[in-house]
């Protein structure tokens, strides 16, 4: 019985998570990530043959981190621009800088 209500828990909680990592206002590398993701299937999970791939996904978190922290020092709130706030920043840069 405590075994259900664990895989139940353990379930939602997933379920959140999942939620967490699809929200554009949270996630600012989902299109990065699912390139990734879509490499993978079609070159049948060969991790080599999708390097620029995950190049481009982990310098998209780097920037947004950098960004992030950047706001977190300076008081603004949300760290984490919404998706509107960083379409509006990567117009002003002419498009995405990694």
């Given at each position: 019985m405590h075994l259900i209500y664990f895989l139940l828990f353990?379930?939602?909680?997933?379920d959140k998570n999942t939620r967490k990592l699809r929200n554009?206002?949270?996630?600012?590398?989902i299109?990065?990530?699912d390139g990734s993701q879509r490499c993978?299937?079609?070159?049948?999970?060969?991790?080599?043959m999708c390097s620029?791939?995950?190049?481009?996904?982990?310098?998209?978190r780097k920037y947004w981190h950098n960004l992030m922290v950047q706001r977190r020092r300076e008081g603004v709130k949300?760290?984490?621009?919404?998706?509107?706030?960083?379409k509006e920043i990567l117009a002003g840069l002419g498009g995405k800088p990694y």
């Open positions: 353990l379930q939602v909680k997933m554009q206002d949270i996630n600012p590398c299109e990065e990530s993978l299937e079609a070159h049948n999970y060969d991790k080599s620029p791939y995950f190049i481009n996904y982990k310098n998209c949300p760290e984490m621009p919404t998706a509107e706030e960083r």
